[in-house]
């Protein structure tokens, strides 16, 4: 079975960045897509970013422009690139390829 573990959440001001990973424990993120969600207490989980196995990408209104989800496939590793973070970017990031999900990474923008 898939696992995938998340990483490089943390603390930043407003307009700061981070990036987080997902590592998969196989080569699997050359065979599907990989998501990025987000979920805040309370609401449902909003899709992100998303690539896919030919290496097309998508992101939800709110990332474009500040958002970059890349892979390297070398290390089995898919990373979001968080720019220009806002107050409302604090969420717990998890990360999905299939029937798989991480354990989720938090993320908290504030000053």
């Known amino acids: 079975q898939v696992q995938l573990v998340e990483s490089g959440g943390g603390l930043v001001q407003p307009g700061g960045s981070l990036r987080l990973s997902c590592a998969a424990s196989g080569s699997i993120i050359r065979l599907y897509a990989t998501n990025w969600y987000r979920q805040v207490p309370g609401k449902q989980h909003e899709l992100v970013a998303q690539?896919?196995?030919?290496?097309?990408?998508y992101y939800a209104d709110s990332a474009k422009g500040r958002f970059t989800i890349s892979r390297d496939n070398a290390k089995n590793t898919v990373y979001l690139q968080l720019n220009s973070l806002k107050p409302e970017d604090t969420a717990v990031y998890y990360c999905n390829i299939y029937e798989a999900w991480g354990q989720g990474t938090q993320v908290t923008v504030s000053s």
């Open positions: 690539i896919l196995s030919i290496g097309s990408t």
